[in-house]
């Protein structure tokens, strides 16, 4: 137990050191860009080959937004694209995916765009602006609180 600790201890010291000014959640994310948004905002976005990899590892490109809530808030996650088939995950700031979403964002026969609506507290959130399949292409992040 005390063994696997210290081993663990020294992995992340490495780990600091070999990163300078990395944040926590870049740390967490594998991602060195992790970029602040805030609510209600239009984000531009494209997902391009040069992209942090999506959590899962399944070959996928992700953008990662991170943003913070001062009270209780009604978020709305909105992710559209004419090119790429959008895919939108939610996490809290320790990495733990809250929810995800394919095609929630667009009828049967629409774009295939997502959505996360959430009451969420206050604190860090993350999102990672993703796409179904390995794909790469423009897309826009539409961030909107409901009361
Ligand atoms: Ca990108
Ligand atoms: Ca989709």
Sequence with gaps: MHRALLVL????????SGNGDRTEL??????DTVR???FPSTTSGALSTSD????????????????ELDAATNVDVFQTSDT??????????SGTELAFDDDSGSDFFGPHDAR???????GVYV????????E??????ELTTTP
């Design 9 to 16: 201890s020294l992995a992340l010291v490495a780990c600091d």
């Design 26 to 31: 870049e740390r967490l994310f594998d991602c």
């Design 36 to 38: 602040e948004i805030t």
């Design 52 to 67: 942090c990899d999506y959590t899962d590892d399944d070959g996928t490109y992700a953008d990662y937004y991170v943003f």
């Design 84 to 93: 790429i088939d959008s895919f939108l995950s939610l996490y809290n700031a």
């Design 116 to 122: 996360i609506s959430r009451s969420l507290a206050a």
């Design 127 to 134: 999102i990672a602006a993703n796409s179904y399949g390995v």
């Design 136 to 141: 790469t292409g423009p897309y826009t992040l």
